[in-house]
């Protein structure tokens, strides 16, 4: 085929040939194919040329999207540099990854403890009813997660009952109106909602290790603990690096919904993300571009982070994450 | 048999079920007690201390639900969406997996970096809501719909399970004949049956828990969904708008009652109880799903 195109024009014309009856031969393939191509055309790659957005001082007029956009005066990274210089970038930062690694911290350990708990218990019946609430959180939406834990942290919630019962307040806290609470509540909550769930990755892992491993360490002498120690937690390294690097990834994706429907007017200063900040400044405040210059940002740097991430596990696996 | 076991392992057997049975409460009591709280005459509520049954038995709060029709209209708007977007989706993603399951797909690369691409990165929010406006969605029902028709990681699924099914099958029935699309509907999806109801299970729970689109997207309350106007109880219950409990329960019936605990648990229940009754299909196929794919990797 390559010499093809170097010869002579009539057998370049076989090759426009082969590839037009390609074409033809794989008429349905292709068909098959267009609903997604035009999907991703429609509802990904316009948005990206959207962006354009950032560097423009977007103002709505009577056109469309499109006409507006590429008449709306060019300005530059100004939005960016408005962005970094305003106070709010710190603020913004700072409540991003907190709220992320906090999260990262609490969440990570909890699922490998309750693994290693549901592989050690012999009832079945235990273990499944366990296993079954255990996920329930991970399947509702961060709507009604969000209204359970409204509920529980209210001033007459079962949270600050069980503080004055147990004598360690008198007057009820107002979690969700203190903002130093907040990410503790955020971090505490994907917890709560996910830890069921991301234990099944590490249940599969350790129904991989052979069970004659810990049959011959009971021949030594090891307790249950040192088996653990000893046996489970070795075989489950190279899950807990891989999915603790692939964490470290999203450390600027902060869920929106948890810090959306959990902030409030006061604990605004500690729950107020990227991702939320460019929610108010776009669709409540109207700053088109500036709020498209912050989204631009998160999802750049985001971008950047996932690929120096896959780096990092195809340099400690050879496997892609991809 | 009946070794005795070392002190240290009945230590070992006491963290691990205490562990696990706080798991279990942690889990499960939240919704019990919600549960409880809806079940409650809405007045008593306020009272608190509401741990494990009902002080005053109603179903008042879920009647009045029964009887706003806001909230009886976001019930239908979400059931239609779930049930419309659903097969659509799993049609569209699973011809799309089909496809890319084929190497010789012509730019086959190109369409796989095409498509990943989308997972990594994406215009973000204003760009997306200028472009859905753009496209005439705003304020339509198949903005529920279009934007979310397709999900690349449900598509390596499908894809996946694809590729492992015996290629003679495929072979047999190109040599009586059989186009792609035969091929694709009457060989590949009848094998493809768990990974479709996996798909099917991962999209309708998504489109049932969705409230993001219908928040943004749509202004007519007849286009809100179920959790979109949970979200709007959920912020007036937050901004304090509390009004008198007299009042509230002389409204229930025109309005979304704006404080009424067990009104707002009432909500959330019947927001979870869908869930809650594909929980056996969830086990079944879901869970193992992720099991085997695990383990693969």
Redesign the interface.
């Known amino acids: 085929m390559e010499r093809a195109f170097a010869t002579s024009t009539g057998r370049t014309r076989t090759v426009r040939m082969t ?1 037009a009856s ?2 033809y031969k ?1 008429r ?6 267009l ?3 035009i ?2 055309v ?10 354009y ?1 950032a560097f423009v001082n977007y103002k709505p007029a009577l056109g ?3 006409t507006n ?1 590429f008449h709306s005066p060019f300005v530059g990274l100004d939005w960016f540099r408005y962005f970094f210089h305003n106070g709010d970038f710190l603020k913004i930062m700072r409540n991003t990854v907190a709220s992320t690694m906090l999260t990262l911290v609490i969440s990570f350990p909890v699922p490998i ?2 693994a290693i ?2 592989s ?2 012999k009832g079945t019946l ?1 273990k499944k ?2 296993q ?6 991970h ?3 961060w ?2 997660a ?3 834990i ?3 942290l209210s001033s ?1 919630g ?1 949270v600050n ?1 069980v503080l004055k019962f147990l004598r360690l307040t008198d007057e009820s806290i107002l979690f ?1 109106q203190e903002g130093r609470y907040f990410w503790w509540i955020v971090a505490l909550g994907n917890t ?1 909602k996910e ?2 769930y991301n234990a ?2 590490f ?3 350790i ?2 290790i052979n069970l004659d491993l810990y049959e011959a360490a009971r021949v030594d002498g090891a ?3 040192k088996q653990i120690r000893y046996i489970t937690l070795p075989h489950l390294k190279p899950t807990i690096v891989i999915l603790l690097i692939l964490a470290l990834g999203g450390v600027l994706n902060a869920g ?2 948890q810090h959306f ?1 959990l902030g ?2 006061l604990n605004q200063d500690y729950s107020d993300v990227l ?1 939320t900040y ?2 108010r400044y ?2 409540q405040n109207s700053m ?1 571009s500036y ?2 210059a912050v ?2 940002f ?2 750049a740097v985001a ?1 950047l982070l ?1 690929v120096m991430v896959n780096f990092a596990s195809k340099k400690l696996n050879n496997q892609s994450l ?1 | 048999m009946l070794r005795k076991s070392a002190p240290s392992d009945l230590a070992f057997n006491a963290i691990v079920y205490v562990f696990l049975a706080f798991v279990f409460v942690v889990t499960f009591y939240p919704f019990w007690n919600i549960l409880v709280v809806s079940f409650n005459d809405a007045t008593d509520s306020v009272r608190g201390g509401l741990y494990l049954w009902p002080r005053v038995f109603t179903a008042e709060s879920y009647r009045s639900i029964f009887r706003n029709e806001e909230l009886l209209g976001s019930v239908q708007v979400t059931v239609l969406r779930t049930v419309i977007g659903t097969p659509l989706s799993v049609l569209a993603v699973s011809m799309m997996a089909y496809a890319l399951s084929k190497r010789e797909l012509i730019a086959w690369r190109w369409f796989s970096l095409f498509f990943i691409f989308t997972m990594y990165f994406g215009g973000g929010l204003i760009p997306t809501y200028m472009v859905i406006k753009s496209l005439g969605l705003i304020d339509s029902f198949w903005v529920f719909i279009f934007p979310g028709l397709i999900g690349v990681f449900l598509m390596i699924l499908i894809r996946t399970y694809m590729e492992q099914l015996p290629a003679e099958l495929e072979e047999s029935a190109k040599m009586d004949g059989a186009n792609d699309l035969q091929l694709f509907a009457r060989v590949v999806l009848p094998l493809c049956v768990p990974v479709l109801a996996t798909v099917a299970l991962f999209v309708g729970i998504g489109h049932w828990n969705s409230w993001y689109d219908s928040y943004i997207y749509t202004y007519k309350p007849g286009l809100k969904t179920l959790q979109a106007v949970l979200v709007k109880i959920l912020n007036q219950y937050q901004t304090g708008a509390m009004v008198s409990e007299a009042e509230q329960l002389a409204n229930s019936s025109k309005r979304i009652p704006v404080s009424g605990e067990s009104i707002r648990m009432a909500v959330t229940m019947v927001a979870t109880l869908p869930i809650v009754l594909v929980y056996p299909f969830i086990q079944r196929f879901f869970v193992k799903g992720i099991m085997m794919g695990a383990i693969k990797s």
């Open positions: 590839l390609k074409i794989q349905y393939l292709l068909l098959m194919l609903p997604a191509f999907w991703a429609f509802f990904c790659y316009l948005p990206m040329a959207g962006l957005m469309g999207f499109w956009l403890a309750i708990a549901i050690e218990v235990f009813t366990v079954t609430a255990s996920y329930l959180p399947f509702i939406s709507v009604i969000a209204n359970i409204v509920t529980m007459g079962i009952d969700l709560w830890m069921g099944i990755i249940l599969a892992a129904s991989s307790g249950r603990f929106f919904d429907l409030n007017g991702s460019s929610f776009g669709l088109f709020a498209s989204g631009l998160n999802s971008f996932v991809f």
